[in-house]
């Protein structure tokens, strides 16, 4: 199936040959013709799968073709994510895939003055990609209207919910128009994301790339064991000998990424830390650096690095193990996107085996442990296998 079968319009062929897609991937088979068709979905797809074409693509085929907005811009679609850095990445994808179409869309988030935004929404977009706080916030002081929308997505919604959105949620549900195309996308169908379908939508198509709480396949899952003093030695001997080009590290708290970060740079590693106590402005930069390869390593805390997407990531380093075992599976969809192999790698002192545990349970795999020759742990952990990857690693590291 060709993305021109699926029904997709000269235009936006055009911009996807152009950004080199040659065909669907498999949640864009499913999806795409069904939401041209104007139906309700719900989808589990993890980040790297291609998902934000899979609402945007068709959302510029439907509103393009909408007589209404070929004279004058009228906001149809309203797209809902969690975190600022996703409402601007997604607004991109719109951008370069509409760009052969006179539509116009803008990412409104906080952390940055509202003025601009307010200007471009008076002066008309087609599509709003927003962050639920400064949408609600634009809405009450009357900057935005929600009268003609006929789309809504809300992207990476069981994140939301995780982050406390819910009643931000109901809120922008109450304010828009109740006959509209819903879309829903979620990294798993958790019970509280089928909750919230359930309020929204009337039997929305039901889509799944992935089972539930599967990571990709491309995918290497492996620990290090090793003190917590030692941590970041680890990481500097790792990025060095293995002499990778980039890798985004997570570690737990903002100071301790800023804490890492400034060991990183000591040790002559390009390193930038990104977390909620840095502005906007900053964040947008420091990931766009990082996008560009100009910066090595990428220090974050869960929220900050919530569905970004950057291409040709080989290695996720879980500095400290997440708290909640589900955030192992958004860290890791940072790597092996698109099909492309990845490294999962998490390093575990001896006060962590719970974590482990509860992270093996919830991807009912066991995680292989490799020692590294320099920095074994000198406090109990539990027993290290030994396998010929091991053997393979310990031989890297001798070398
Ligand atoms: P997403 O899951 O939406 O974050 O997308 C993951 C990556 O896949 C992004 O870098 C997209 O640009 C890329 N992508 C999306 N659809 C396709 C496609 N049909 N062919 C090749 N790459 C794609």
């Not at 609600?136 to 809504?152: C, T, V």
């Not at 910066?295 to 400290?320: E, S």
Request: net charge positive; proline share 4%; hydrophobic share 35%.
């Amino acid at each position: 199936m060709s993305f021109k079968n699926i029904g997709l319009k000269e235009p936006i062929l055009k911009a996807l040959q152009q950004k080199g897609y040659t065909e669907p991937t498999p949640i864009q088979k499913l999806a795409i013709a069904s939401i041209i068709q104007q139906k309700d979905v719900m989808a589990a797809a993890q980040t790297g799968t291609g998902k934000t074409a899979c609402f945007t693509l068709p959302i510029l085929e439907i509103l393009s073709n909408a007589q209404e907005n070929k004279n004058h811009h009228q906001l149809n679609a309203l797209i809902v994510t969690p975190t600022r850095e996703l409402a601007s990445q997604v607004q991109d994808n719109i951008k370069s895939y509409g760009k052969n179409l006179s539509l116009k869309s803008i990412a409104i988030y906080g952390g940055v003055s509202d003025v601009n935004q307010k200007q471009a929404i008076n002066n008309g977009v087609d599509i709003m990609v927003a962050t639920p706080g400064r949408l609600l916030d634009l809405y009450h002081q009357k900057a935005i209207n929600f009268s003609k929308i006929k789309i809504l997505v809300l992207d990476e919604a069981d994140q939301m919910l995780d982050m406390g959105f819910i009643n931000d949620i109901k809120k922008i549900d109450k304010y828009l128009p109740k006959k509209r195309q819903n879309l829903m996308f979620t990294a798993t169908f958790s019970d509280p994301f089928r909750s919230l379908v359930k309020q929204f939508s009337n039997d929305p198509i039901e889509i799944s790339v992935a089972k539930d709480n599967e990571t990709g396949k491309n995918i290497e899952h492996y620990c290090h064991p090793v003190d917590a003093s030692n941590k970041a030695k680890l990481l500097i001997h790792l990025i060095k000998n293995e002499k990778w080009n980039q890798a985004l590290v997570f570690t737990r708290t903002k100071h301790g990424a800023n804490r890492l970060t400034k060991k990183l740079i000591n040790a002559k590693i390009t390193a930038v830390a990104i977390h909620s106590n840095k502005t906007q402005n900053y964040r947008t930069k420091a990931l766009n650096k990082f996008k560009k390869n100009h910066i090595q390593i990428l220090v974050a805390t869960d929220v900050a690095a919530r569905g970004i997407d950057i291409k040709n990531m080989n290695q996720v380093v879980n500095f400290d193990l997440p708290s909640v075992a589900k955030d192992y599976i958004h860290r890791i969809g940072r790597t092996g996107r698109a099909g492309k192999s990845g490294k999962a790698i998490s390093f575990v002192c001896s006060d962590q085996q719970k974590l482990l545990r509860d992270i093996q349970k919830l991807l009912n795999q066991k995680l292989p442990m490799y020692t590294v020759e320099g920095f074994e742990p000198t406090s109990d952990m539990q027993p290290i296998k030994k396998s010929k990857k091991k053997k393979k690693f310990k031989k890297r590291f001798k070398k």
